[in-house]
């Protein structure tokens, strides 16, 4: 018994001499959050991984003030940084943000879903059809219901051929984007609309799908609601944190849980102030549109499901590695399935903030290009295309950088040329982005072994 | 504890298991050795759970008992270490360790009490080298994954452990790290069947000899009553000059 303790230590020892001797790239290689005790060790760590590579969010928020700065700068009356250019920004970024948090869920597994836009479409142009005074006239909530209904049952179509039949996603669901492509333009031709079914008229379901994107809250009620939700994540940040630095658990040091909740302070702060500044031109107009409480909503359901659910666990597990998924008792066809339809069944909810942004659904829908910008933003955001490592958040800052270069754009008038051109190699860029940072963690792993 | 008579396992024609017996000791560790092709893996899969038997009779603890799949083994406390460990890398070491048996409170995953476990349980081992249990498995050592897939499966009250070539892939003081490992399985008083080419990490950690030959068991037996000579014997020819089924005394 005393000899294999003697050797147990030994071997100990022995280990954390090598450790030892490559402190700068053990550091590169955890996340700074798992080691630092102190927010000093926290930075130290966060500018080793940087350098190594593996940086986190920063790139985008870098990124996203490059392309702020350029626009502001070469924008007609440096009109970029208006409230109401600003507020335009948030309404077009919020579908390609929903969109890429939809994608995130067959990206994690690994796979992509080209289909989505058109799905998400079929889906909204169902809904924007039923309320149609003129003919089927339905409440709106069943209305959305039954768009997004379709969605989930596309999805499971698609998820079950690829999981079932093990074929490849990205071919099944090209197929997915024709299909639902055609069933789109069927579904704008029903009715008296000329194939353009839309959302003005006097109606309470009309107003209600209008008011998604265009419908403000009371600057007073929003900036309440802005303080409850900053309260209730600040204090749920706070207790946990807390709790498992008590219990000796590994947590971050509480400087750093308190500069969490000091930064969604200030981004609440600065989007409700935006927002609150009076954007309109001839008439006052003013506060938090409802897409963004809409799309915080989509943002807390899927951070919980992916993070802290089972589902989400066994989501990253398969997307990581499926075989220990299935040692592990996981049923991989259940919840790859299932990540098809909630894929599906998120771009039914971007498309249907899209059409409310349109003002009904007409074959402009740009739902082919929306796809590509998704995955680019989930990418851009720091979700990886080869599974196992993305959030909903990441779709949402990098929604915000692709909306940003798509409003700049926009702006500037360019023509359709140049904007298609711009999209290509943004996607392109994003790709770059994950394979050099794959490349950089990789390197890192052959010489820890 | 576990006992195995006239098992036979056949994939169509070829017959890769013939009337195999075999005892597994508690509190001892048993190593099953033989050539490529032998059966060992096999063999670890019958009693895993992952194949099904064709005939003969398993034992557990006495009882005979039927093991139809994963799940099975699971219940009766064994559980298995594959070679490719079967680990999630990007998902961290609690999370690998509870992966498909979480803890929920009130719907939600219980990561703090996930994460008390798996320390506990990690330190029972004296696994101290890892930096942090929250550190991604793609961050660790091969003897770390190691580790941690032995630690996974010591988790659940498992009373016998299977191990497909634990240190195949590792460097000498990894294989250290894992041989000790496997010790001190054996000082908490559970069953260890390790699966081995390597002689010298057999006769160090092993306290039972078997040894299969092309689907049939050639011998089994206390590992002091062989040597590396005799061992190679009946691993490359099936039995000593092949007139003795008894194996030679050391010496």
């Known amino acids: 018994m005393a000899d294999p303790l003697k050797r147990a230590e030994i071997t100990d020892n022995v280990a954390a001499d090598l450790t030892a001797a490559a402190p700068e790239a053990a550091v590169a290689e955890l996340p700074p959050e798992v080691v630092a005790q102190s927010l000093g060790e926290y930075v130290r760590g966060y500018v080793a991984r940087i350098r190594a590579g593996e940086s986190g969010v920063l790139p985008v928020v870098m990124a996203m003030v490059a392309i702020v700065v350029v626009f502001e700068v070469i924008s007609p009356n440096n009109v970029y940084l208006s409230p109401g250019n600003l507020v335009n920004l948030f309404q077009q970024s919020a579908v390609i943000m929903v969109l890429a948090m939809a994608e995130a869920f067959a990206l994690v597994l690994g796979e992509i879903d080209l289909s989505i836009g058109f799905v998400g479409a079929c889906g909204a142009a169902i809904t924007v059809q039923l309320i149609q005074p003129a003919t089927t006239n339905w409440p709106w909530p069943l209305a959305v219901l039954a768009g997004l209904l379709f969605c989930v049952v596309f999805g499971a179509i698609q998820g079950t051929l690829i999981t079932r039949l093990h074929l490849p996603s990205f071919i099944v669901t090209l ?275 | 504890m576990l006992k195995i008579r006239g098992l036979d396992k056949h994939f169509g024609p070829v017959q890769a298991l013939y009337h195999v017996d075999l005892d597994i000791p508690p509190r001892q560790v048993t190593a099953l050795c033989g050539d490529n092709g032998a059966g060992k893996t096999v063999l670890t899969k019958c009693i895993a759970g992952i194949y099904s038997i064709d005939h003969g009779e398993i034992f557990w603890e006495g009882r005979p008992v039927h093991i139809h799949n994963a799940r099975d083994s699971a219940r009766l406390g064994i559980e298995t270490v594959y070679q490719d460990l079967a680990l999630a890398d990007n998902l961290d070491i609690v999370q690998n360790m509870f992966l498909g048996r979480e803890r929920l409170r009130s719907g939600l995953l219980d990561e703090d009490s996930m994460e008390r476990s798996a320390a506990e349980t990690l330190s029972s081992l004296r696994v101290t080298t890892v930096k942090s249990i929250r550190q991604p498995v793609a961050s660790l050592s091969g003897g770390q994954r190691q580790s941690v897939a032995v630690a996974k499966a010591v988790m659940w009250n498992s009373k016998l452990v299977l191990m497909d070539e634990p240190t195949a892939a590792l460097g000498v003081v990894q294989t250290r790290m894992v041989l000790d490992l496997i010790g001190r399985l054996r000082d908490k008083g559970l069953a260890v069947m390790v699966i081995s080419h390597n002689l010298n990490d057999v006769f160090e950690v092993a306290d039972n000899i078997a040894v299969l030959y092309l689907g049939r068991m050639a011998v089994q037996d206390k590992a002091t009553n062989f040597d590396r000579q005799s061992v190679v014997e009946y691993m490359t020819t099936g039995g000593l000059g092949r007139s003795s089924g008894r194996p030679a005394k050391e010496g």
């Not at chain 1, 498992?244 to 609440?268: D, Q, T, W, Y």
């Not at chain 1, 409700?272 to 031109?281: H, K, P, Q, Y």
């Not at chain 1, 990581?320 to 909630?342: C, D, K, Y």
Request: hydrophobic share 55%; aromatic share 10%; net charge positive.
């Open chain 1, 175 to 449: 197929a997915g984007y024709l299909v639902a492509n055609g069933l789109f333009l069927k579904i704008l031709l029903f009715g008296p609309f000329s194939g353009y079914p839309n959302l003005t008229g006097q109606s309470d379901n009309l107003h209600f799908i209008y008011n998604l994107m265009w419908g403000t809250i009371d600057p007073i009620v929003s900036w309440i609601g802005a303080a409850v939700v900053v309260a209730a994540l600040g204090g749920f940040i706070w207790f946990s944190d807390s709790r498992r630095r008590k219990s000796g658990l590994v947590a971050p040091p509480a400087s750093l849980s308190l500069i969490k909740i000091g930064l969604i302070a200030v981004v609440a702060i600065v989007v409700v102030g935006i927002c609150n500044l009076n954007r309109g031109v001839l008439i006052v107009q003013e506060g938090v549109p409802w897409v963004i409480p809409i799309v915080i909503a989509v943002l807390a359901a899927w951070t919980v499901l992916l993070g802290r659910t089972k589902y989400g666990r066994y989501l990253y597990a398969i997307g990581g590695n499926p075989e220990a998924a299935r040692r592990a008792g996981i049923n991989l066809s259940v919840v790859r399935t299932a990540a098809f339809m909630l894929c599906s069944f998120t771009a039914g909810i971007a498309l249907l903030l899209y059409a409310s942004y349109l003002n009904g659904m007409s074959n402009n829908v740009q739902a082919g290009y929306y796809v590509l910008y998704a995955v680019a933003a989930a990418v851009i955001g720091g979700t990886s295309l080869m599974g196992g490592r993305g959030k909903p958040l990441h779709g949402v800052l990098g929604g915000l950088v692709i909306g940003a270069i798509y409003n700049g754009m926009y702006l500037l008038a360019l023509s359709f040329e140049w904007q298609y051109i711009v999209t290509g190699l943004v996607l392109l860029a994003a790709i770059i982005i994950d394979a050099v940072s794959r490349r950089g963690s990789a390197s890192g792993s052959v010489t820890r072994i």
